[in-house]
């Protein structure tokens, strides 16, 4: 994974981009593509990276007929599918795990190795498994994979102990094709689900609740060809804004939906950043001056997203004073801290709590991203940064944001991508 980025930084961004396709819409909505049979499942505004692939490849692999033209997919399903997914790609990507639901609900059969964790946690799977069984499924952990089996999966309530998103999606999907209705309860409200729904909605499913915590689900025996368009992606969205935040810049984000990251909105109004927003359209002003320390935890949402953490940490290493972040989703997403500390930030972590005291300026560095969001955190910070900062492992970085090299040299930053150094 060491591909690297350099990046010339310490000069104000400006200059307008447009957002992607959000990657955790695309995701679940191709995995959906698995409840059809003989039909086809045609997608619009997906976003070119890595995870896209390797879910395109997944589909495929289970016999799906998968075109990606630019932006579109088709996805046709035929009639005799596999229920195997390789662990090669499953371990390539968590998100792999959303083909476990409309697998079971379609094929009444699914055999998928765990998961592994990753760097921000060991993120089980436990959620999503209890539920299907409450729907009927006979799962066996056998060598490591989830074997899952039913003779029919059954409509019936649930409760989420989290309201995790991938456990709220994958019940949803199964929840689509059993017999008689299903109620989620403390359900995932991301906008993702929202978008899900839609594509879901538009193959023919009856679901209510959408965003309320409660989703109410009349089971369907079969469902039609669909379209649907990816929702813009609001992490990648934030990620650029607060890119500018951090540069003393002042970048605008278009074809964004503003509501979908008020969360963000409001932390960086209360720490004196001059935004707008307006239909469509968020821009951020130099304020870099008078950046205040904040506090700001972590919720599933509408609370602040744990994908902007890392990225939001960044900013605040060069506020006015203490700020507080506790990151309260995952077990261990502090990792990108020990990098920026490499750059003379001065952040201590206490447990699930990390206090960031604000500096004057940060100094270049070699630093190595752990992961998707710790990349991105690190590349904002070299940009604030005056001289050569040198990311390793752009691939973490590479698998949800789309180019990013050029989106930012589109906004005047110095950025320069190096192959494996020797
Ligand atoms: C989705 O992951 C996102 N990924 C993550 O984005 C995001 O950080 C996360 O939701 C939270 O918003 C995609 O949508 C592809 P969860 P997911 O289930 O579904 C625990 C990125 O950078 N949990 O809501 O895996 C889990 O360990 C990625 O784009 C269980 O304990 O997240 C975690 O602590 C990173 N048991 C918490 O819940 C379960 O069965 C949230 O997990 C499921 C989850």
Not at 1 to 13: A, N, S
Not at 167 to 177: I, K, S, W
Not at 328 to 339: D, K, N, T
């Amino acid at each position: 994974m060491d591909d690297m980025l350099k990046i010339v930084g310490g000069r104000p961004l400006s200059g307008e981009i447009k957002a992607q396709g959000s990657k955790n819409a695309a995701l679940p909505v191709m995995a959906a593509s698995l409840l059809l049979k003989d039909a086809e499942l045609e997608l619009d505004n997906v976003p070119d990276l890595k995870d896209i692939s390797t879910m395109a490849d997944l589909l495929s692999v289970l016999g799906a007929e998968v075109r990606i033209n630019n932006h579109k997919i088709s996805i046709k399903v035929g009639r005799d599918m596999s229920s195997e997914t390789p662990a090669a790609l499953v371990q390539k990507m968590r998100a792999s795990s959303l083909v476990l639901g409309p697998l079971l609900a379609r094929q009444g059969r699914a055999v998928m190795p765990l998961p592994g964790g990753c760097s921000i946690g060991s993120r089980p799977i436990d959620l999503h498994l209890k539920g299907l069984v409450k729907m009927g499924a006979n799962i066996d952990l056998l060598h490591g994979a989830v074997h899952a089996t039913t003779k029919g999966l059954k409509g019936c309530r649930i409760y989420l102990d989290f309201p995790s998103v991938g456990a709220t999606e994958n019940l949803l999907m199964a929840a689509v094709l059993a017999k008689g209705d299903t109620v989620l309860e403390n359900a995932a409200r991301e906008p993702e689900i929202v978008n899900l729904v839609d594509c879901l909605r538009s193959m023919g499913a009856d679901i209510e609740g959408e965003g309320t915590g409660v989703l109410r689900i009349k089971g369907k025996s079969d469902l039609t060809d669909a379209s649907v368009r990816i929702i813009p992606d609001r992490i990648a969205a934030c990620t650029y804004l607060l890119a500018g935040v951090i540069t003393d810049g002042h970048v605008t984000i278009k074809d964004v939906i503003p509501q979908h990251f008020d969360s963000l909105l409001a932390k960086l109004e209360e720490a004196s950043v001059d935004v707008e927003s307006r239909e469509g359209t968020v821009t951020v002003f130099p304020s870099r001056k008078k950046l205040k320390a904040i506090s700001m935890k972590t919720l599933p949402y509408p609370g602040f997203p744990t994908d902007v953490q890392p990225q939001l940490m960044s900013v605040l290493c060069l506020g006015q004073g203490a700020s507080v972040i506790k990151e309260s989703i995952f077990e261990s997403r502090f990792l990108h801290a020990s990098e920026l500390k490499k750059m003379g930030a001065d952040i201590e972590l206490q447990g699930n709590t990390a206090i960031i005291n604000g500096v004057p300026k940060l100094n270049c560095a070699d630093v190595v991203a752990t992961d998707l969001r710790a990349g991105a955190a690190l590349v904002l910070a070299g940009l604030a940064t005056e001289g050569e900062t040198i990311i390793h492992s752009m691939g973490h970085v590479d698998r949800g944001y789309e180019c990013m090299e050029s989106a930012l040299s589109s906004l005047g930053a110095n950025v320069q991508r190096l192959g494996r150094r020797a």
